[in-house]
């Protein structure tokens, strides 16, 4: 059991700010700053992944399928991983996260803080030994487990279609016409498309990303290119209109460029969603500094490779997820230096 307070209230209506990125065009470019869910929450509060975790845990509660006494376990590289632990902790049950030995240190940190237990795995034996792992513990005793699985789990994207999309549609005052997520899950992209396609009747482009290299730092991102092209249940290719292949050098570039642009300088707020501006100022830097994690550099490169092929004009509304704050990778080369 956790012995930090958790406040699920401030999951949901996270804030979208107004970045710069340089771009040719004059399109207006927000970003969704999605470690405002769980803001209060040690080592660089909660993510994207937050959303999720409360969908997937309310669902299972609401159904039966978690019950008090139950454990809860969840095979993840990261933010998931935190954010189950957090929640259900909170919510007294006890959590086991499996984690490959080589997970950010920050979200290590966050899980084992929650107070749950976690299974290491040599992250050499890849991404399937981690999952073959919790089926393994889940089959020694499997009344006692509860598993959300965030690959298959319906309330991922749903609860993105529930709740990031309207929040999306509301705060632009429904202008936004183009949505660029990473493919992780899929769970962001499918749900948020889904829901965008049909708050404005088709009118905003849906654009995945993914990395361009199956060996890559981009935390969070699965490779579903080539190869075993891996393709979760929770990602539904068909509610994109686009994908964009972005490098891990780009990513970090892009993180680093947006760190700079707004040292010295306050980010416009458009919409606090349900926080008030001033907390909003206060929680967007952390030593200083505007430092996001790798997949919202991801996210901004690949807002700038649309712009780059002239698929943006002037008068375009472009969103994108700043999915966690970058303190949490304080031990990778990214922002080892900074922080
Ligand atoms: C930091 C970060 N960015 C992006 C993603 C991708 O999101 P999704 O799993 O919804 O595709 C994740 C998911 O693990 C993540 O942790």
């Not at 207006?28 to 994207?48: D, M, Q, R």
């Not at 309310?58 to 935190?82: K, Q």
């Not at 237990?117 to 030994?129: N, P, R, T």
């Not at 088709?202 to 190869?227: Q, R, S």
Request: proline share 4%; net charge negative; hydrophobic share 35%.
């Amino acid at each position: 059991m956790s012995d930090h307070a958790v406040d699920e209230s401030t999951i949901f209506e996270t804030p979208l700010v107004e970045v710069d990125l340089g771009l040719r065009s004059d399109a207006t470019v927000y970003a969704k700053v999605e470690w405002f869910n769980l803001y209060a929450a040690p080592h660089g509060g909660g993510s994207v992944k937050s959303r999720i975790a409360k969908g997937m845990l309310d669902g299972a509660e609401a159904r039966g399928d978690l019950e008090p006494g139950d454990t809860v376990i969840e095979p993840t590289s990261g933010n998931t991983g935190s954010e189950i632990a957090r929640l259900a902790s909170a919510r007294g049950y006890d959590v086991e996260i499996v984690m490959p030995d080589n997970a950010a240190g920050g979200k290590v940190e966050a899980v084992r803080d929650a107070g749950a237990e976690i299974h290491f795995v040599d992250a050499d034996l890849g991404y399937d030994a981690v999952i073959e792992r919790a089926e393994e513990l889940i089959a020694a005793d499997p009344d006692a487990y509860y598993r959300p699985n965030q690959y298959e789990n319906p309330d991922n994207p749903g609860t993105h279609e529930r709740t990031t999309a309207r929040e999306i549609h509301e705060a632009t005052d429904g202008k936004v016409t183009h949505f660029v997520a990473g493919v992780g899950t899929g769970g962001t992209i499918t749900g948020t498309g889904r829901g965008l396609t049909e708050l404005t009747d088709g009118g905003a482009a849906i654009v995945g990303f993914e990395p361009d290299e199956p060996l890559h730092a981009i935390d969070g991102l699965k490779y579903l290119k080539t190869g075993d092209h891996y393709h979760p249940d929770t990602y539904d290719e068909s509610v994109l209109d686009r994908r964009e292949y972005v490098s891990t050098g780009d990513a970090y570039d892009r993180a680093r460029a947006l760190r700079d642009r707004y040292q010295d300088e306050a980010i416009p707020i458009a919409d606090p969603g349900q926080h008030d501006a001033e907390t909003v100022r206060e929680h967007l830097r952390v030593g200083g500094q505007f430092v996001v994690g790798t997949s919202a550099g991801a996210g901004a490169a690949a807002v700038a490779a649309l712009d780059e092929a002239g698929d943006l004009a002037d008068d375009d509304v472009v969103v994108f997820m700043l999915c966690d704050r970058g303190d949490k990778y304080a031990d990778i080369p990214l922002w080892e230096e900074y922080l």
